[in-house]
T-cell receptor, first 113, second 110 residues
Framework: KAGVTQTPRYLIKTRGQQVTLSCSPISGHRSVSWYQQTPGQGLQFLFEYFSETQRNKGNFPGRFSGRQFSNSRSEMNVSTLELGDSALYLC????????????FGSGTRLTVV | QKEVEQNSGPLSVPEGAIASLNCTYSDRGSQSFFWYRQYSGKSPELIMFIYSNGDKEDGRFTAQLNKASQYVSLLIRDSQPSDSATYLCAVMEGTYKYIFGTGTRLKVLA
């Protein structure tokens, strides 16, 4: 059974650029959540999608956005990149996201220079 | 702002000992609690979850929940060097969102 697949694994971008990250959940999982992980802040919730609908959103600026497609694949976009956006971005999928726990992808390491 | 707190460690235990990892949370209404393990350079992986007060055992791992005191703990029996990792506590906030602690780094000394 394939796990959660995130692409790309590594990205280097310049301040002011935008970036799109992709996540393919485990087959049959309809909930996809995104987290930002940094050494100082730990895992911070970005948003959660289920059946193409955003059901919850974290406290991030509007530069962070996401969407989910009908096949449950999800993308997140960060516009006007700042140095502080450098982080590991983790996608996690679950069957319902109502208490069944996550399976995380390997993450995308974003470096903004 | 709801919070989940963990001692950052490192917590060092000798091989074969019991490692005890603790987590406190601020939202008294929280119902679901999770422990994840994260090896250096890897993504978190789910170890176990607990919903009810008391203990839940899974192999060498035991999760303990005390809702009145708002803490959840993870015990690792017969600790092995391969258990050396960062352990993340997560609490479900409302619906569809988890709050993670910053993790406790465990070092098991051979």
């Amino acid at each position: 059974k394939a796990g959660v697949t995130q692409t790309p694994r590594y990205l280097i971008k310049t301040r002011g650029q935008q970036v799109t990250l992709s996540c393919s959940p485990i087959s049959g999982h309809r909930s996809v959540s995104w987290y930002q992980q940094t050494p100082g802040q730990g895992l911070q919730f970005l948003f959660e999608y289920f059946s193409e609908t955003q059901r919850n959103k974290g406290n991030f600026p509007g530069r962070f956005s996401g969407r989910q497609f009908s096949n449950s694949r999800s993308e997140m976009n960060v516009s006007t990149l700042e140095l502080g956006d450098s982080a590991l971005y983790l996608c996690a999928s679950s069957f319902l996201a109502t208490g069944d726990g996550y399976t995380f992808g390997s993450g995308t390491r974003l470096t903004v220079v | 702002q709801k919070e989940v707190e963990q001692n950052s460690g490192p917590l060092s235990v000798p091989e074969g000992a019991i490692a005890s990892l603790n987590c406190t949370y601020s939202d008294r209404g929280s119902q679901s609690f999770f422990w994840y393990r994260q090896y250096s350079g890897k993504s978190p992986e789910l170890i176990m979850f607990i919903y009810s007060n008391g203990d839940k055992e899974d192999g060498r791992f035991t999760a303990q929940l005390n809702k009145a005191s708002q803490y959840v703990s993870l015990l690792i029996r017969d600790s092995q060097p391969s258990d050396s990792a960062t352990y993340l506590c997560a609490v479900m906030e409302g619906t569809y969102k988890y709050i993670f602690g910053t993790g406790t780094r465990l070092k098991v000394l051979a």
